[in-house]
């Protein structure tokens, strides 16, 4: 694909909505090259093999288990994805990076986590800030499985407020090494990890900075015992002391000061990995769940012929390919992203750190949505195995354990939410996304006379593709109104922007779900998309529930009067079907599909 194509095809972030996304524009599972297809079926292979066999290892605190199947996840090749050639790695584009991310990470929690804090949180910042020599030095090593890597930002005290961390480096009076001192908790992998990327406050300095630190126990690092925790209970997660550490001056991590950037664009990557590492995970959960649901006999009839089952059934299979519609969206416009940047000149460091930062709205959005959509899967999937589902014989109370820690880690749901927005408005504020002209005209149709003309809605999705559009002109409506009364004290506004956020998030996931059902509709024929299309309905009609009661939350808890009538009238017309689909004949026809293959499908074409 050429710059050029690039440039005109490739939204920038956060301007679906306000920009119309034509469907041919979008990347979808569909799409997937040979090669990476062939990727994506050697890591099932890696996945059945080594670590679904074995779940009940996870459980058992089995931390050299974990340890042991990083080592052959290394020798295959899987833990190199994203490195660049030079320095040990398959240098693959962000897409197969996610690919792998995805498929590896569905049998367990425990694995899933190690992975993703050595390949992501562990390495990434020295391939993106890191010298040549730090490269040269560490990344193979990284890249190969012969190392590990652990990430050291959360203290006691700086959690969410990861820059007001204790933790102090102070430069030797010979000035070859800084002393690092403080205590870092929750550091996956610490364990088993012979680095640690660490970040530290240099005198006063307004902001951390990162270190690279072997882990070497003579060198005035201590670990705590292993965390006694919820789930993922074969991942290692220790509290790290460092009591004077010497670390010499070349191992400092870019520039003094600059850990803060380098911890948030870090978690911008996490954010997105994290969302298509529960995807997987609600795919598999899926699969037990509707096997048990055919085998499982009560009244003389297996439970799936139940309509309450077969609700479950077809909610589960359509969150997860809503999750994954969005999900490879976002992947394929970082990637073609960072291709722009390298035609520009850009350093692969620098094209992947500004591609990843540019989409850091879709990040946030991603991580949110399907991380609570993998907790509703595992919830749903022990309320299908009934009483077994609650034994630990099985393996969906471990599921659902596993799934709640995605809601905290990479910045919890909460804090996701309101970046969400307040990027968004940002972007508006420095021109890079234009928020003010669609919202001034969204005010201008709210005085005017609405249209009582019927639309020819005979084309597929013509209906909800005009859906979509009005569901942003809500978004518009309390976003514009929100920021007009708050100003610059909006973020104050917490109730506000979570609300705000939770009708943007439904948006790009409802729109995401359309656009790659259209496209593969137009390709492959209506007919051979039938549940695919009765998916993208059912999740559209229950985003605009979503929307319907976050936009009345927040209408009526910052305006009052005409204004508050004005809106609630707008939010009402914004909202309504013309034609209301018949939501239980599709669960029922989504249900039945999952039911006769006895497995999610619709990963692959």
């Known amino acids: 694909m050429s710059t050029d194509t690039i440039n005109k095809d490739i939204l920038r972030g956060g301007q679906f909505l306000v920009k119309e996304t034509n469907c041919e524009d979008i990347f979808t599972l569909e799409d997937l090259t040979e090669e990476q297809k062939m990727m994506r079926e050697s890591t099932k292979d890696f996945v059945d093999r080594e670590l679904w066999a074995h779940w009940e290892r996870f459980e058992k605190k089995d931390y050299a288990f974990t340890e042991e199947c990083m080592r052959k996840a290394g020798e295959l090749g899987l833990l190199s994805v994203a490195v660049p050639e030079a320095y040990g790695g398959l240098g693959m584009g962000f897409v197969s990076t996610m690919l792998v991310c995805d498929y590896i990470s569905g049998a367990t929690g425990s694995f899933s986590t190690a992975f993703g804090a050595h ?84 005198e006063d300095d307004k ?104 609700a479950k059934i077809a909610q589960m299979a359509t969150n997860a390919y809503a999750g994954e519609s969005a999900c490879y969206r976002a992947a394929k416009n970082i990637e073609d992203r960072i291709a722009i940047r390298v035609a520009e000149g850009n350093s692969h460091q620098e094209a992947e750190l500004k591609g990843v930062e540019e989409y850091a709205i879709e990040c946030s ?3 949110v949505s399907v991380s609570e959509d993998v907790q509703q899967t595992t919830d749903e999937g022990i309320q299908i195995f009934g009483g077994m589902g609650f034994s630990a014989d099985t393996p969906m109370e471990s599921a659902w354990r596993d799934a709640r820690i995605a809601r905290i880690y990479e910045g919890t749901n909460e804090i996701n939410r309101m970046l969400a927005v307040g990027m968004l408005v940002k972007k508006a504020m420095k021109g890079h996304v234009d928020l003010l002209g669609p919202a001034t005209k969204v005010a201008d149709e709210l005085m005017g ?138 669960r029922m026809q989504i249900a039945e599909k999952v039911a006769s293959d006895n497995a999610y499908t619709f990963d692959s074409v």
Request: aromatic share 8%; glycine share 8%.
């Open 119 to 202: 390949t992501g949180i562990g390495t990434m910042p020295i391939t993106l800030y890191g010298t040549e020599q730090q490269k040269k030095k560490y990344v193979p090593k990284l890249a190969s499985g012969e190392w590990f890597g652990a990430y050291c930002l959360t203290e006691p005290g700086a959690g969410s407020d990861a820059n007001s961390g204790k933790t102090k480096a102070v430069l030797s009076k010979d000035g070859k090494h800084y002393q690092i001192s403080g205590q870092k908790m929750w550091i996956s992998n610490a364990g088993f990890c012979k680095l640690f990327i660490v970040f530290a406050r240099i």
């Open 207 to 310: 902001n951390i900075t990162g270190f690279i630190v072997e882990n070497d126990p003579s060198n005035g690092i201590t670990m705590g015992d292993e965390e006694k925790k919820l789930g993922i209970h074969s991942s290692s997660t220790r509290q790290v002391f460092f009591s004077d550490t010497k670390v010499p001056v070349e191992n400092m991590l870019s520039e003094r000061g600059n850990g803060f950037k380098i911890a948030m664009n870090a978690l911008n990557i996490g954010r997105i990995k994290l969302a298509a590492a529960c995807l997987e995970a609600q795919r598999r959960v899926l699969g037990e769940a509707v096997n048990y649901a055919n085998e499982r006999i009560q009244f003389k009839t297996p439970i799936i012929n139940f309509g309450a089952i077969k």
């Open 365 to 367: 959005i991603l991580k």
């Open 449 to 586: 006379i609405p249209s009582f003309d019927t639309p020819d809605y005979s084309k597929l999705f013509s209906e909800e593709n005009d859906m979509i559009a009005r569901l942003k002109k809500v978004f518009l409506m309390v976003a514009g109104s929100a920021v007009q009364k708050f100003g610059a004290d909006l973020e104050e506004h917490q109730q506000v922007l979570l609300a705000a956020s939770d009708i943007l998030i439904e948006i790009y996931m409802a729109e995401s779900t359309i656009l790659r059902t259209e496209k593969n509709a137009q390709r492959f024929g209506e007919e051979n998309l039938t549940t695919q299309i009765a998916m993208s309905r059912l999740y559209l009609y229950n985003a605009v529930d979503i929307v319907i009661q976050k936009g009345k939350e927040a209408i009526v808890s910052f305006t009052e009067g005409d204004e508050q009538r004005m809106m609630l009238m707008g939010l009402k017309r914004f909202t309504k079907y013309t034609n209301q689909p018949n939501v239980a004949e599709l």
